[in-house]
């Protein structure tokens, strides 16, 4: 299946671990995102990644490290985990020409 | 940065009736506005997009009008049915690389 796929879907964790969620897409996009949906559903986005470079970065704390090893892969690694945090963290993707992103499941992460 | 805001908050609509989102954005320089529908516990999913240079795009049942000047957009849903419960998104961006997001619109299909 051609998709965005992300694990893991549940992730409960204490405050001050840290934890990584993983992405992946084969859709041969040339963009990835990272997105947080909060309790209230509001969508935000964290991080974009132009052919593995960083292009935004939305004040989000220094706690939070996306890394690209591909252009297929983009990764997110969470220092020191606050109460704030829980939330459902979406990877995305996009191709540079038309603007169509396409979500993942969404990784649940809950911190105790 | 660009502002979306998006009304109603809820919408309750009678099985086969019209259900309409109305969203506004702030930055004028905004070129791509696409929908997205969220069912409980899944993936936002792009259900029709629209580009500043059209004013109207339809897809079966679903519809998004596009007004630059007052920098508004909409998405009509016509005969509603059960399955389209939902929340819906709509969002905006300059280029293709960050979409801004309103605040969701829970639509409920009663039968």
């Known amino acids: 299946d051609t998709a965005v796929s992300q694990t893991p879907k549940y992730l409960v964790t204490q405050m001050g671990n840290d934890k990584s969620i993983k992405c992946e897409q084969n859709?041969?996009?040339?963009?990835m995102y990272w997105y947080k949906q909060d309790s209230k559903k509001f969508l935000k986005i964290m991080f974009s990644?132009?052919?593995?470079?960083?292009?935004i970065n939305e004040t989000v704390p220094n706690r939070f490290s996306p890394k690209s090893p591909d252009k297929a892969h983009l990764n997110l690694h969470i220092n020191s985990l606050e109460l704030g945090d829980s939330a459902v963290y979406f990877c995305?993707?996009?191709?540079?020409?038309?603007?169509?992103?396409?979500f993942g499941p969404g990784t649940r992460l809950t911190v105790l | 940065g660009e502002n979306v805001e998006q009304h109603p908050s809820t919408l309750s609509v009678q099985e086969g009736d019209s259900a309409v989102i109305k969203c506004t954005y702030s930055?004028?320089?905004?070129?791509?506005f696409p929908w997205y529908k969220q069912e409980l516990g899944k993936r936002p999913q792009l259900i029709i997009d629209?580009?500043?240079?059209?004013g109207e795009k339809k897809d079966q049942r679903i519809a998004v009008t596009l007004n630059k000047t007052a920098k508004h957009f909409s998405l009509h849903i016509t005969e509603t049915q059960p399955e389209d419960s939902a929340v819906y998104f709509c969002?905006?961006?300059?280029?293709?690389?960050?979409?801004?997001f309103g605040a969701g619109t829970t639509v409920t299909v009663r039968a």
């Open positions: 995305a993707s996009s191709p540079t020409t038309s603007g169509a992103t396409l």
């Open positions: 859709l041969g996009h040339d963009t």
């Open positions: 990644y132009n052919n593995k470079e960083l292009i």
């Open positions: 930055d004028s320089a905004s070129n791509y």
């Open positions: 629209i580009r500043s240079n059209v």
């Open positions: 969002a905006a961006s300059i280029g293709d690389y960050k979409l801004s």
